[in-house]
Nanobody, 120 residues
Framework: QVQLVESGGGLVQPGGSLRLSCTASGSIASIYAMAWYRQAPGKQRELVAGYTRGGSTNYADSVKGRFTISRDNAKNTMYLQMDSLEPEDTAVYYC??????????????WGQGTQVTVSS
């Protein structure tokens, strides 16, 4: 069974930093893409940053220059370094992976989410 597990969320003051991690585990044949999404109260889930299989990255305009996505392929782990955090970044952050398990078809998988709260 495939699982995505996030960690690293918490409470931080405006201007502070947090680093989120997401590890994919289980019987995985291939990972095609991974991304971070977030959902604030009363709002739709939105893409924050992501990788394509080709290795290119993309960021939401609202986080460009402040957030950095990275990954360790050997560990099936993706990171999101969040700097200069603003109250508007408060949300539940979700890890997403488009992958193919060994015994199942390719599909989208989600983590359980980690809360990030930016407040003084």
């Amino acid at each position: 069974q495939v699982q995505l597990v996030e960690s690293g969320g918490g409470l931080v003051q405006p201007g502070g930093s947090l680093r989120l991690s997401c590890t994919a585990s289980g019987s995985i044949a291939s990972i095609y893409a991974m991304a971070w999404y977030r959902q604030a109260p009363g709002k739709q889930r939105e893409l924050v940053a992501g990788y394509t299989r080709g290795g290119s990255t993309n960021y939401a305009d609202s986080v460009k220059g402040r957030f950095t996505i990275s990954r360790d392929n050997a560990k099936n782990t993706m990171y999101l370094q969040m700097d200069s955090l603003e109250p508007e970044d408060t949300a539940v952050y979700y890890c997403n992976a488009n992958l193919r398990p060994i015994t199942r078809p390719r599909g989208d998988y989600w983590g359980q989410g980690t809360q990030v709260t930016v407040s003084s």
